[in-house]
C-alpha cells in the first residue's frame, strides 16, 4: 500500500522543480516521473484488487474532520488510466518545441490534481482541486498565443468558474442542513434522513455545476471551443477530450451513489443524455473542422455514457465505465493522429485533406483503429462497451436509442474518414517522428486488444465476469453492418457538401447565453425534484 | 416583524447570489461578468461563514478556556481557502480580460464574439 497523498503530491513538485532545471535535464526528469507514476498507480490498483478498498485520513485526523482520501475500484482505475495517458501523450510531444519548463510545470501538476479528484473524497476538497485545474488548462488552452484562442481560454475559465460557484454554493447548503462534506458521510445521512426535501435544493446546485463539468445539453458549448481550439497542443486537446472531462462523469457517479436513497434522477438523466448524444452527432456532422468535429463527438459519447449510467442494471453501468476506458483510448488517439494531420496538412479544413493513407500510412491506419473503435466495429473495443449498454437496456426505448445514436456516430465518421483515400496534393516526403508514430500505433492496437480481450479486461479491472451472449454480439454486428450501409447512403445522398449544414453551425451562444442555460438548467432540476420527491 | 425574520443570513446570501448570476446573463460588459462572479462568491462566503453559529457563541480563536459554545471552525477554515482562490481566479479573469481587450479593442462579449468568427 502506498500513501495516496503522494500520488497528488509528487508530480506537482517534481514539476515545480522542471522550471528551474535547464529544459534537457527537465525532459529526462519528467519522463522519469511520469514513468514512477505509471508504476505506483499500477500497485495501487494491484493493492485495491488484491486486498479491497482503503481510506486514509490526510493529516491523522479522525474520520469526516479532515480530508479524506479514498482508493476503490473505480478510482484506482481511472487513476491508473490517468497516468497512462500522461505518459502516453508526454511521449507523444517529447521532441516538440513547445514542450518547455513551463509547459511540464503545468502538465504535471495538471496530472497531479486530476489524480487528486480521483481520489479524493471530500467535497470541498474536490472543489479546490477543480478550480485550480480549471485556471491550469485555460492557460494550457491558450498556451501557443494563437489570436482566437484568447477568447476560447476566457469563455472556457469563466463559465468554469459560474459552474464550480453552483458547486460551492450547494456545498455550503449541503453543509448547513447535513454538517457534514465527506461523501461517504453524506452517503449515511442522506440515508438516516426524516424529510427528503432538506436536501433538494443543495443536490441542484451540485448536480448542475457536475452537469456542466461533464458537458451535459444544454450546457455543453465550452467544450468544442475548448477542446477544439487551434493554439492548443494537440496532446492537451487528447488530454481534454479523454481524460479531463471524465471527471464531470466520474463526479456524477459519485454524487449520484451518495444521493441515491432519497434522490432518484435517473430518468432525467436518462433523457438528457440521449438528447445530449443526438445533437452531439448533429454538430459533429455539420463541421468541417478536423479537431471541431472530434470536439462534438466528444459531447455525443458523454451523452451515451450518461445514459448507460442512468438506467440502472448492472451490465449498462459496467458497460458504461468500461466505455469511459475506451472513450479514452480512441479519443486521444484521434486527437493525436488529428494534430500530426494537421501540422503535415497545415490546414484544418476536412475537405482540403486527402490522401492520408499514401502520406502518413502509420498515422491513417491507427486513425482508422480509432474510427473503428468509436464507431463499435465488430471486435474492436467500442462495440463490447456499446454492447453491454444495450443489453442491459434490452425491451425498452433506449436500446433503439442507442442504435439511432450509433448511426449518427458512423454517419458523422464516414465524413471524417474522407480524408484517407485518393493522392496528396504535394509530395514532399514526410518527416516522420518514431516518438509520435508508435504511440498513435500502440493507442491503435489497444482499441483493438480492448475488443479481442474485453472479457478479460473488465474481468481484471472490475472484478465482474460479463458474459458477452455469442447470438445477439453477433446480431449486433449485423446491425452495425447495416448502419454502415444507411449512413454512407445517408451521406453521400443527404449531407454532402449541403448549405443548410453551416446554418446549424451558426447557432453559437454567447457568454450570457451559457449563464442563462445553467440557470435555466438549475431550475429544471429544481422543479423536477420538487414534482417527483 | 416577518420582514425582520426574513432578512437572515441564509436568505440574504441566496438573494445575492442570484443577483450575481442574474449580472452574469443581463450584462454584456466582461467587467461586469467578473464583479457578477465576485458577488457570487461573497454570497457564498457569507453563507458558509454563518452556517453554523448561534447568537451567543465565541469565534473559534484564541483562548477558548471557561466559554460553552463556539462557533463551528470548519466553514471559517473553508472560506480561508475560498477567498485565495478567488483572488486567484480574478486575477486570471482580469488578465485574460485585457489580452482580449488588446486584441479585440472591446470590452462586449458580443462585439468580440463577432469579431471572433469574422
Known sequence: MINLFWLVLFPVIVGSLATILSVKISKKLILLLHILMLAGATMNFYHVRTVGEFTQNVGGWGDYMGITLRSDLLAASMVFLTTFIFLATLLFNYKDSYSDGLFHFLFTSLEGLIIGIFLSNDLFNIFVLIEVSTVIISILIMYKRDGRSIYDGTMYLLINIVGMSFFLFGLGILYKRLGVIDLHAVKIAVENLDDPEVIILPYAFIITAVSLKSALMPLFSWLPKAHGTPSAPSSVSALLSGLYVKIGVYLFIRIQIAFAPTIDTSELFLFTGFITAVIGFVLAITQKDLKLILAYHTVSQIGLIMMGLSVGKMQTYWGSVYHILNHAIFKSTLFLTAGMIIDEYKTRNIYEIRGVLKRMPAVGYATIFAIFGITGAPLFNGSISKYLIAYGAKGSWVEYALVFINLGTIISFVKYSQIFPGNSPKSIKFKESMFKNSVVVFLGFLCLAGGLFARNVIMIVFDVGIAVDPLSYWLKVLVFAASLMISVGIYQGLLKKKKYLSLINSLELSFNGVCLSILLFFSTVLFYLKWTV | ?118
Open chain 2, 1 to 118: 416583524m416577518d420582514l425582520i425574520e426574513f432578512i437572515n443570513s441564509e436568505n440574504v446570501s441566496i438573494i445575492l447570489f442570484f443577483l450575481g448570476v442574474y449580472g452574469l446573463i443581463a450584462r454584456r460588459n466582461i467587467v461586469k461578468s467578473i464583479i457578477s462572479l465576485g458577488i457570487m462568491q461573497v454570497a457564498t462566503i457569507l453563507y458558509f461563514v454563518s452556517a453554523g453559529v448561534d447568537e451567543a457563541s465565541a469565534p473559534p480563536i484564541g483562548d477558548l478556556n471557561g466559554i460553552l459554545t463556539v462557533a463551528d471552525p470548519l466553514p471559517q477554515a473553508l472560506m480561508i481557502t475560498d477567498i485565495v482562490i478567488g483572488i486567484g481566479v480574478t486575477a486570471a479573469g482580469l488578465t485574460m480580460f485585457i489580452h482580449l481587450y488588446h486584441r479585440y479593442g472591446s470590452t462586449n462579449w458580443e462585439k468580440i464574439r463577432k469579431k471572433r468568427s469574422k
